[in-house]
């Protein structure tokens, strides 16, 4: 499909993020995931925060931005097209 084609498509694909571009990617993530964080998972600055304050972690989910690989994701092809965000089945 062209790139910019008037129609599009939407896709459910399972996606990875290389090793190789963790760095590269790590401030430019393309795939919000909603997910309870444990609190193994936060920052130590959270984690100071969290013991600062007398608080316990939140346990509700939260829209998170991941370089976790995801299963049956819903994108658009444009984002397939980038390159960025590999499907693993191609």
């Known amino acids: ?3 910019n084609s008037k129609k599009g498509w939407i896709l459910e ?3 990875e993020y290389p090793e190789e571009l963790h760095e590269a990617l790590n401030s430019y993530l393309l795939t919000p995931v909603k997910k309870v964080i444990k609190p193994e998972q936060i920052s130590w600055y959270q984690q100071r925060l969290l013991a600062d304050l007398h608080l316990e972690p939140p346990k509700s989910e939260k829209l ?7 299963e049956n994701y819903v994108v658009h092809y444009r984002l397939s097209q980038t390159g960025v965000v590999p499907d693993k089945g191609a």
């Not at 998170?64 to 995801?70: C, I, N, P, S």
């Open 1 to 3: 499909m062209k790139e």
């Open 64 to 70: 998170v931005l991941t370089q976790e690989g995801k």
């Open 13 to 15: 694909v399972d996606l």
